[in-house]
């Protein structure tokens, strides 16, 4: 059974940094793209940034040039380095993978909270 396990989310005042890491395990990691999203209550959940295997990233407008998503292949983890981060940013973080070709392999992690508040 594949898992997605995500750590490092936590309460942080505004203008700090924060380390998310997503391991996933019984999976194919290199043939995945990996991404964060995150979601508000009430909210629909919102596609924050995403790495390709090769490692080409895409980052939603809203966190461009403050967070930093990357993956290390050999320990199946992708990482989210969060910084200068602001009160908008609280949110329950997931983890998420997909398959590179067959697009009913996708899965998600429990998710982490991240709250931005002084």
């Known amino acids: 059974q594949v898992q997605l396990v995500e750590s490092g989310g936590g309460l942080v005042q505004p203008g700090g940094s924060l380390r998310l890491s997503c391991t996933a395990s019984?999976?194919?990691?290199?043939?995945?793209?990996m991404a964060w999203y995150r979601q508000t209550p009430g909210k629909q959940r919102e596609l924050v940034a995403t790495i390709t295997s090769g490692g080409s990233t895409n980052y939603v407008d809203s966190v461009r040039d403050r967070f930093t998503i990357s993956r290390d292949n050999a320990k199946n983890t992708v990482y989210l380095q969060m910084s200068s981060l602001k009160p908008e940013d609280t949110a329950v973080y997931y983890c998420n993978a997909h398959h590179l070709r067959i697009t009913r392999l996708e899965y998600w992690g429990q998710g982490t909270q991240v709250t931005v508040s002084s």
């Open positions: 019984r999976i194919g990691f290199n043939f995945y793209t």
